[in-house]
């Protein structure tokens, strides 16, 4: 179990890296457009669409490097002042409960992918659906971390 979690946080520091990344070049391509635009008056039309290809692809990739690392928005207020017993049964009821969302996430992501895999870039022949894989991606990633959790915190209880 513990080969399992260890490589899976270092697939979480892989997508952090991916994410900080892919971050830096949504960063560049904007920052670019703004002077070509603004300085030299001309406007790549393609920028646009390659950073909104970047921004889906930053978000869930983030999203899912962040609940790996527990560092998504948690309200943990009324969960810290509970006995340490209560507190892992809450962690896991939320582990559980987001199983579903995160299947819904997956059957419609792969959906709205394959509907817009139909549909290209307005400025270039790339089909929008390669954005929106992001989801579907994310979701599967998010399945396997959240199974790692629940199974860590069963296999925690049975040999403590």
């Known amino acids: 179990m513990r080969a399992l ?8 520091w892989f997508l ?19 002077v070509l635009r603004n300085v030299a008056g001309i406007a790549w039309l393609w920028i ?9 692809w930053i978000v869930f ?20 002042r509970m006995p340490r017993r209560v507190q892992k049964a809450v962690v896991f009821g939320i582990h559980l ?19 817009r895999m139909r549909i290209p870039f307005d400025t270039w022949q790339f089909p929008t659906g390669w954005a929106y894989m ?13 199974l790692e959790r629940l199974a860590s915190t069963i296999w925690e209880r049975r040999t403590s």
């Open 16 to 34: 952090e890296h991916v994410v900080a990344l892919a971050f830096a070049t949504l960063f560049a391509v904007v920052v670019l457009n703004i």
């Open 48 to 56: 646009p669409a390659v950073a909104r290809l970047l921004f889906v």
């Open 97 to 115: 409960a987001s199983l579903p969302f995160f299947a819904m996430l997956l059957v419609y992501g792969l959906q709205v992918a394959r509907v």
């Open 5 to 12: 979690t260890r490589g899976l946080d270092a697939f979480a």
């Open 134 to 146: 992001a989801v579907p991606v994310a979701a599967v990633i998010l399945i396997v971390f959240t």
């Open 61 to 80: 990739l983030g999203v899912a490097a962040a609940v790996r690392r527990n560092e998504h928005l948690v309200v943990d207020f009324f969960q810290r």
